[in-house]
Every structure is written in structure tokens, then in C-alpha cells.
């Protein structure tokens, strides 16, 4: 079944992080006159005068908070270091519910001066500190499989299905899985477990992007929609084929692009979103 073609900006969220330099206030009022719908904020961009006024400033613009970016970095070698992480995972939901953000988005960490099933251990030991506190705010964890290429430093969990494992594990509905085209797109099981993760009622967030070739900067090289090599659209058929109708979510890391214009650059992600997404 070929999926339909995105004809407006309903279901267009954009990440803070994607036109960095900008201001959240500039963020919020140039992503809103442009029509785009939904806004995820990452905690760097949280206005100085804190979460609550950053969520009345989103709402006031007419946008919807789509996550707060990110929670996670569990495992460290040091006890010490893994007991500040839960201490800083458990200040991100309070500044997601002062905020009013729905989700907070797990990335989910490693220590490359341990084994990936020690750090996977740690993930799971790190949830089950904040997944108490999140229920009681009626905030929701979404774990992010990163592509295996951070699984030294940044994601002991690389794929879907380790995300539905760890998911699963816990079989709570305020934990499920975020899945980025990025970190998955070369995933041969990647029909098999966006199903499997559906069928859970466990996708909660949709992130959008392009892989260039070749990527010149694996965190800061990535590309927008149409300029790589994803089957993005393909990807967003099979999770919206597992039954997610949120929002689709330009996260885009560039020096090439946050050296741009953004004004120039958002109209560039509106047109690739319509066009290639
Ligand atoms: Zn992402």
C-alpha cells in the first residue's frame, strides 16, 4: 500500500534543536506563522524564566507541545554518576509537567568502559527510578533506539526491537518507544517491530530527517527530508500503518544549517515536509 502524500502542516512538529540559534520565543512565533502545529522543546531552549512560562508562551502562540528533549544518559561506571543522572531524568518530568509537555524523550545512554549488557542493565535500573514519578505527573517516557554507531557513549539501545524489549519489560502505557528515522531506517526487522511496538498501543513519537550521503559528521551532519537516503515516507506508512496519528517531528542536527538563514531554512523544511516526507 503506498502511503498518501502530506498535504499540510497539522500533524508538522519541529524541534527546538532543529533551528538552534533561534530564540524559543522567535522559535514559537515563526514556527506558528508558518502554519506549523506542533513544537518539541529541548531543555536548552526553556525560557529564562522556566518551564511553566515556556509551556504558556507555546500555547499562547496557538502550538501544541509535542515532547520535552531529553531525558536518559542511565549508565556510568560510576554509581555516583548514575545516581545524578535519575536525580536530573526526575528535574526534566517535573519541568515537563510545569511545562504541560506530554512526553519526555529517553535517550537512553552508554559507558563504553562497560559491556552494552551492563549498560542495558543501567537503562532498565534508571527507568524503574522515574517511571513512578512520570505516572504520578501523567508524564509519558518514550525510549529512543539510537543508531548502533553511538552505542559507545550515547544509546546501549540500538534498535526497535531493543526498545520494545525494554519497553515491554516494564509494560507500563506511560512507557513506550520514539522512533526516529535515523537510528532505524537500515533495520531489516524494522516492519516486523514498528508492528509489534503498535500493536502495544507503545509508538509515541515520530522523528523526521534525511541520512546524506555521505554524512560528513555523524551527530551534526544530518540531512533534511529528500536529501538522503531514507525511505521516509515508507517509514511513516508502516507506523502509521501500526496505528500512530501524532505528530510527524523535524529533528535535524547541521552546522551546515544552523549557520543559515533560518527563515529561509524553515521554509525549506515545509516545502521537503510536503514534498518528501
Ligand atoms: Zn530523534
Not at 509537567?97 to 542495558?120: I, K, N, Y
Request: charged share 25%.
Amino acid at each position: 500500500m503506498k502511503t498518501q502524500q502530506l498535504t499540510d502542516f497539522s500533524r508538522l512538529c519541529v524541534h527546538t534543536i532543529t533551528t538552534k540559534p533561534l530564540s524559543i520565543e522567535s522559535a514559537v512565533n515563526k514556527y506558528a506563522a508558518l502554519g506549523i502545529r506542533g513544537i518539541t522543546v529541548w531543555r536548552d531552549a526553556l525560557a529564562e524564566d522556566g518551564a511553566a512560562a515556556t509551556g504558556r508562551l507555546i500555547r499562547d502562540a496557538g502550538l501544541e507541545i509535542v515532547s520535552l528533549c531529553r531525558g536518559g544518559f542511565f549508565p556510568s561506571v560510576s554509581k555516583e554518576k548514575r545516581a545524578i543522572a535519575v536525580a536530573d531524568n526526575l528535574r526534566a518530568l517535573e519541568e515537563a509537567a510545569d511545562m504541560e509537555a506530554p512526553l519526555v524523550v529517553l535517550v537512553c545512554g552508554a559507558d563504553s568502559g562497560q559491556s552494552l549488557e551492563t549498560s542495558r542493565l543501567q537503562i532498565r535500573a534508571g527507568i524503574e527510578n522515574i517511571l513512578p514519578r512520570a505516572e504520578k505527573l501523567g508524564v509519558k517516557l518514550a525510549v529512543e533506539p539510537l543508531h548502533p554507531v553511538y552505542a559507545d557513549t550515547r544509546s546501549a539501545i540500538s534498535t526497535m526491537k531493543q526498545a520494545n524489549d525494554m519497553a515491554n519489560w516494564f509494560n507500563s502505557p506511560s512507557l513506550g518507544v520514539a522512533v526516529d528515522v535515523y537510528h532505524v531506517w537500515w533495520d531489516e526487522e524494522l516492519p516486523g517491530e514498528i508492528a509489534r511496538c503498535g500493536e502495544n498501543g507503545k509508538i509515541f513519537a515520530f522523528h523526521i530527517c534525511d541520512w546524506k550521503v555521505p554524512v560528513n559528521d555523524i551527530l551534526n551532519d544530518r540531512g533534511l527530508m529528500g536529501e538522503g537516503c531514507i525511505d521516509i515516507r515508507g517509514i511513516r506508512g508502516l507506523v502509521e500503518g501500526a496505528g500512530f496519528e501524532g505528530f510527524n517531528e523535524v529533528e535535524i542536527f547541521s552546522e551546515i544549517y544552523w549557520k543559515t538563514d533560518q527563515d529561509k531554512f524553515l521554509d525549506k523544511i515545509t516545502e521537503a515536509y510536503l514534498l518528501h516526507s
